[in-house]
């Protein structure tokens, strides 16, 4: 009986998680003339509207 199996399927889960927010900033992948992922649009939308109104000045 293997004991380390459930620590070993977490870090396979979370390596996937790590690899999909790393595609999502990287500069080159896009997707049908999109960039991809919700990351990217999420930026965008922040920098175009800030939380803050200091922060915008």
């Known amino acids: 009986m293997v004991v380390g199996w459930p620590i070993a399927i977490f870090r396979i889960i979370f390596g996937v998680m790590y690899l999909d927010m790393a595609l999502q900033k990287a500069p080159w992948v896009a997707s049908g003339g999109q960039r991809y992922g919700w990351l990217y649009g999420w930026l ?10 200091w922060y915008a000045a």
């Open 44 to 53: 965008q939308q922040e920098i175009a509207h800030p939380t803050f109104g």
